[in-house]
């Protein structure tokens, strides 16, 4: 009897898994996979990510570490030295430099692109230093050049396409004798727009004592004249122009005019008047 009892435990020893308890384990494990497979394949991929990013930005440090070097030799500097200095895998594409500082680059590791915009503040193509993309939009194989290696970005009048001049008041400490300052284009002086209507001789003393606000007002033709800041005037050729004043802005036929006439309201047009300075 004994050993009827001590075979039949053996047999139940030897038996394992029952149908029904391979079941219930595989239902567990597919439970667990099911909760933690998503959390890894996004854990891996926010990883993937990150990488990239952080290889643009080694991009970024390498372009414009070239770029400051490039300024005294004069050498282009190319994508592949830029790849190389930056230690990464992928692409350099799409850079673009302003004022001596790197202010677009785009990285490409496939299947991921990374755009970096210095200013993405006030661009409007970014709302982030760096933009992320799953898909590989540039289509470029990283070969090329940075363009324009050191091309400064140029100002322009607030509200208008026209270009500032640089000042043309000369240096102080250079002018002994007389001088003379040819008509200009729009300048900035302190915060303050003018231009000269017409060229101006002046002295040494008074180029040591004055500025352009000093001469401002002198009259037509004489002097500086400040932009009175309004609005810009889109002139139709034949609306009324009475009421302009001195230092009004003036656009016709895509030429731009400012008024230099101290007669407020006389209502002249820039047609062959010379109250209105055309600029260049």
Not at 82 to 99: F, M, S
Not at 173 to 182: A, E, L
Not at 255 to 260: A, G, H, L, R, S
Request: charged content about 20%; overall charge negative; proline content about 6%.
């Amino acid at each position: 009897m004994q050993q009827k009892i001590k075979h039949s435990n053996m047999k139940r020893k030897n038996a394992g898994f029952t149908l029904v308890e391979l079941i219930v384990v595989l239902v567990i494990l597919g439970i667990l996979c099911a909760i933690m497979v998503p959390s890894l394949v996004g854990w891996i991929e926010k990883s993937k990510k990150h990488g990239v990013i952080l290889e643009t930005r080694y991009a970024v440090t390498a372009a414009q570490s070239l770029q400051i070097e490039t300024v005294v030799s004069g050498e282009k500097v190319t994508y592949e030295a830029i790849q190389e200095l930056a230690g990464v895998k992928g692409t350099v594409t799409n850079t673009e430099v302003a004022d001596d500082l790197v202010v677009h680059l785009t990285y490409v590791r496939k299947p991921y692109t990374v755009t970096y915009c210095r200013n993405y503040d006030t661009c409007g193509h970014h709302t982030e230093m760096y933009t992320f993309s799953d898909n590989n939009e540039s289509g470029e194989d990283g070969e090329g050049t940075l363009p324009k290696p050191s091309e400064p970005t140029q100002p322009l009048y607030p509200g208008t396409d026209i270009p500032l001049q640089d000042n043309p008041w000369p240096d102080k400490g250079s002018v002994s004798g007389s001088v003379t300052i040819p008509a200009s284009g729009i300048f900035e002086y302190e915060g303050s727009y003018y231009v000269f209507p017409a060229p101006v001789t002046l002295d040494g003393e008074s180029v040591q004592k004055w500025n352009p606000e000093h001469i401002n007002n002198w009259g037509t033709g004489n002097g500086t004249v400040k932009l009175s800041g309004k609005d810009l005037i889109e002139w139709d050729g034949t609306a009324s122009l009475v009421g302009t004043d001195f230092g009004d802005l003036l656009k016709w036929n895509n030429d731009y005019y400012v008024y230099t006439n101290h007669s407020n309201g006389a209502g002249s047009t820039p047609q062959g008047d010379k109250a209105w300075y055309k600029l260049p």
